[in-house]
């Protein structure tokens, strides 16, 4: 069982960044992938990015090359680096964990966070 705790979450005004990250506790994350997810008010979760256990990597169409996904299986983490942000990019961001990239991307996913709000507004 391996739980997921997101966290760099918080307010920051549009054209900046953020680097959230997902740590694995109680379980190593590295033979796993892992991804983001995120639900802005009203709105329906979406998938924003995803990292597989061989580093392979896949990333919502409409990001525009913005979030880059990375991992670190030494700190058993895997972040989520978010620039240029912008108001749309309001959201609460999850990061889960499932046996392959593929698996993840289409949301069956093992694994949930609870999430770590993220604001952009000036």
């Known amino acids: 069982q391996v739980h997921l705790v997101e966290s760099g979450g918080g307010w920051v005004q549009p054209g900046g960044s953020l680097r959230l990250s997902c740590e694995g506790a109680?379980?190593?994350?590295?033979?796993?992938?892992v991804g983001w997810f995120r639900q802005g008010p009203g709105k329906e979760r979406e998938f924003v990015a995803a990292?597989?256990?061989?580093?392979?990597?896949a990333t919502a169409d409409d990001l525009g090359g913005r979030f880059t996904i990375s991992r670190n299986n030494a700190t058993n983490t895997v972040d989520l680096q978010m620039s240029s942000l912008k108001a749309d990019d309001t959201a609460v961001y999850y990061c889960?964990?499932?046996?392959?990239?593929?698996?993840?991307?289409?949301?069956?996913?093992?694994?949930w966070g609870q999430g770590t709000q993220v604001t952009v507004s000036s």
């Open positions: 889960a964990a499932g046996s392959t990239l593929s698996h993840v991307t289409a949301r069956e996913c093992d694994f």
């Open positions: 990292i597989g256990a061989s580093r392979g990597v």
């Open positions: 109680g379980g190593t994350l590295s033979g796993y992938a």
